[in-house]
């Protein structure tokens, strides 16, 4: 994905894609918004697959109730 800005008519589509009833007065700001993010989160991206980096494991973990109870940890 490039960094140019996001439109409201990108936004429309993304919206009617998801299923999502965005009415047509908010689509300029959510295009504003998503073009000040979008940048900021795809250099994130890119850092986070360098490969100094793959050592790194997540600091939070998610368990799934049942499957991480008493009986089933060895």
């Keep these: 994905m490039t960094d140019d800005a996001v439109t409201p ?3 429309a589509a993304a919206a009617r894609l998801a299923d999502l009833a965005l009415p047509d ?11 000040a993010w979008i940048p900021n989160a795809n250099a ?7 490969s100094n980096l793959d050592s790194l494991v997540p600091s939070v ?6 499957i991480d109870s008493e009986e089933n940890v060895q």
């Design 9 to 11: 008519r990108d936004v």
């Design 25 to 35: 007065d908010r689509l300029a700001a959510v295009a504003s918004l998503l073009s």
């Design 61 to 66: 973990v998610f368990l799934q109730t049942g």
């Design 44 to 50: 994130l991206s890119r850092r986070m697959q360098a």
